[in-house]
């Protein structure tokens, strides 16, 4: 036989079926606010603006905004400013110094990152462009110079980067700019 005894504390009756009975009854006011929360109507916020009420809301009790809220914490030394060597900067400077089979390594390898952004950025500076049509990136041939055809369109040779065989390829192309990225 299992005997369960509960502890002779007063006020025990609250946090049993005695209390869910008075909430569900809403009988004492303060408990039921706080147990099945209130109506945002009665908030005093401008519900009729189609604006995010979260943006300018931390708490409807709050005295100060979120982000005025900073939490105590202690860094270890270790990772303070000042043991910490300056962070390198842009790579700008050095990127130039890359050959063109390098920015392109830096491009194809390294998607969705920062560094890809700075080869793109170097290759155009380069004259390098990039075709969104046949994704590969040409250049114009400075030996021979291009016919034009009509406003949007020319007629040349152009040297491609092909990036399955990692070389490049000069070949005659008709060139429409809308699909030119530059």
């Not at 809403?26 to 109506?39: H, K, P, R, V, W």
């Not at 005025?68 to 914490?73: N, R, T």
């Not at 590969?136 to 980067?161: A, C, H, M, Q, R």
């Amino acid at each position: 036989m299992v005997s369960s005894t509960l502890p002779p504390e007063e006020g025990l009756g609250k946090y049993g079926m005695q209390g869910l009975t008075s909430l569900v009854k809403m009988e004492q006011s303060d408990i039921t606010n706080f147990a099945l929360g209130q109506d945002i109507s009665k908030c005093g916020l401008d519900l009729t603006k189609d604006s995010e009420i979260l943006k300018n809301l931390s708490s409807p009790w709050a005295e100060t905004s979120r982000s005025e809220v900073e939490p105590y914490y202690n860094l270890p030394k270790s990772i303070r400013a000042s043991s910490i060597n300056p962070p390198p900067g842009p790579c700008d400077g050095k990127i130039q110094n890359f050959t063109d089979e390098t920015l392109f390594y830096i491009f194809y390898m390294k998607p969705r990152d920062t560094l890809q952004e700075y080869a793109a950025r170097e290759l155009v500076a380069r004259n390098w462009r990039y075709h969104k049509g046949i994704q590969v990136w040409l250049t114009k041939d400075s030996n021979v110079e291009p016919v034009l055809i009509n406003p949007d369109v020319e007629k040349g040779v152009y040297i491609f980067f092909d990036p399955h065989n990692w070389e490049k390829i000069k070949k005659e192309f008709v060139l429409h700019y809308s699909l030119v990225q530059a």
